[in-house]
């Protein structure tokens, strides 16, 4: 069992889906008490996936924007 998830790994890390290593166990163990099927299992994972990269592009145009200060809505 240790030597998948290795192989596991070394895939996302290979296919640059870093920001799933850290979330893969703990949605495969959710899928496995709510029976999810192996598309909703691969939906989830790439969901946060999507989520991070999205996140950290706007975060990476903000910075790259230099504006003199962050101002929000509050």
Known sequence: MREILK???S???TLRLKNVI???RNVAETATKNN???EEYLALLLEEEVKIKREN???TKI???KFP???TLE
């Open 7 to 9: 192989q596991i790994e």
């Open 57 to 59: 592009s706007v975060n």
């Open 69 to 71: 200060y962050l101002k």
């Open 36 to 38: 999810l099927q192996y």
């Open 22 to 24: 850290p979330v893969y």
């Open 11 to 13: 895939y996302l890390k």
């Open 63 to 65: 910075s790259k924007a």
